[in-house]
């Protein structure tokens, strides 16, 4: 079935280090990849997306990368700021717009 | 802030009770969607409408139930709640009907505890 693993499932970088979590999908027919930030206590808040005719986008300090033939996608963070600091979530949709999402990577950055 | 309203912030109930959580989506949206967030499942689909009509299931109970009203507000029904139906419930809203593609933007969610 339908299903996107996402790795590492913690990661705490030094404040201005950059921090990459990857994402694998399963179904071939997904065509967009949705990057979430959920804070506590709070609903999930898009923070980057990409579709399947592009193969990178850029955001200030954010970035996503695809690799379509691969099924991998990535969320890039560089300058890390502890504001920075939640948990982070990839996400992939086909033609019926139901979001598949990945467990969730845990950011921590260290002042 | 998202737009996208829900209600209440919490509910704390019994097993084997019912409970209606409420949603409103962000002004211009017609797509409602419904997912679950709990320790053991992370986030998963349940339920989308759009403009009143049910568009796409995902792995939702029997027991749960939706609908999406005339003014595009929608609620989420469960019933013969058990221990395990204790998780977050968040409500997400997009403008386009089948929402491939489209932007999700969610709500603050409800927290359900079941004792």
């Known amino acids: 079935g339908e299903n996107v693993e996402q790795h590492p499932s913690t990661l705490s970088v030094q404040e201005g280090d950059s921090a990459v979590i990857k994402c694998t999908y399963s179904?071939?027919?997904?065509?967009?990849f949705p990057w979430y930030k959920q804070e506590l206590g709070k609903g999930p808040q898009l923070i980057i997306d990409?579709?399947?005719?592009?193969g990178e986008k850029k955001d200030q300090r954010i970035a996503v990368t695809l690799n379509k033939t691969a099924k991998h996608f990535s969320l890039h963070i560089t300058e890390t700021q502890p504001e920075d600091s939640a948990v982070y979530f990839c996400?992939?949709?086909?033609?019926?717009?139901?979001?598949?999402f990945g467990q969730g990577t845990t950011l921590q950055v260290k002042p | 802030d998202s737009g996208v309203t829900q209600t209440p912030k919490h509910l704390i109930t019994a097993t084997g009770q019912r409970v209606t959580l409420r949603c409103s989506p962000r002004?211009?949206?017609?797509?409602v969607y419904w997912y679950q967030q709990s320790l053991d499942q992370g986030l998963q689909f349940l339920i989308q409408y759009y403009n009143g009509e049910e568009r796409a299931k995902g792995n939702i109970l029997e027991r749960f139930s939706a609908q999406q009203f005339p003014d595009l507000h929608s609620e989420l029904n469960l019933s013969s709640l058990e221990l395990g139906d204790s998780a977050l419930y968040f409500c997400?809203?997009?403008?386009?009907?089948?929402?491939?593609?489209?932007?999700?933007?969610f709500g603050p969610g409800t927290r359900l505890t079941v004792l």
């Open positions: 990409i579709r399947s005719n592009v």
């Open positions: 997400a809203s997009s403008s386009r009907p089948s929402g491939a593609g489209d932007t999700q933007y």
């Open positions: 179904d071939s027919a997904s065509n967009y």
């Open positions: 996400a992939s949709s086909g033609n019926t717009g139901k979001l598949i």
């Open positions: 002004s211009g949206d017609l797509s």
